[in-house]
């Protein structure tokens, strides 16, 4: 229940900050918060109109960097351990970078851990840092979205173990775990 209500105040302060921050407010739609079984999952979604990433890899625009700052602004003085999770959409395997989705996706969790730690967020409280590539859309089935462009940054229940966190985003598809390195 202190989780619950500590996730409240967490989403609230979320949606006022970027409300007031004239640079922020117009980037409402690129945030998806939402309260799982493993904690509060807050999502920075790529599109078109305001990219998040400067291209199809793992450099955040400067909106991206600003909205990670804010994020770690108020998460920040939290308890709770955290897990990120790298996303790309289903890229036309034409594209050069689409051989090196999984490294992407891995590279964006790691940039937004970075950020977050730069910002104040404690390297003791990040559980876990991994890329899941295409394998888990927004919208279940929908593998070419520019949504699915994303990173996860899950703020877990307290006493929940890091490998224990699945990462879905609320359907049942898509793998759980991360492709191996090396």
Known sequence: EVDENRFKQVISAL???????????????????????EGLRIQ????????????KDATYTERGKHLIAIIASIIGPLPNRISITGHTDDW?????????????SGNRADAARVILAAFG?????????????????????????????????????????????GGSVGST??????????
């Open 121 to 165: 967020v404690a390297k003791s409280r990040f559980a876990r840092v991994v890329g899941k590539s295409d394998k888990q859309p927004v919208q279940a089935g929908v593998m070419k979205s520019e949504r699915n462009n994303r990173v996860s940054i899950l703020l877990m229940h307290r006493g929940q173990p890091a490998g224990t966190v």
């Open 15 to 37: 949606r006022q900050a970027i409300q007031e921050i004239p640079d922020l407010s117009q980037m409402q739609d690129n945030l998806l918060l939402e309260e799982t079984p």
């Open 44 to 55: 920075i979604l790529d599109r078109t109109k305001l990219r998040m990433f400067t291209g």
């Open 173 to 182: 598809g898509g793998a759980t775990a991360a492709k191996p390195k090396g």
């Open 92 to 104: 036309d395997k034409s594209v050069p970078e689409s051989a090196r989705m999984w490294e992407i």
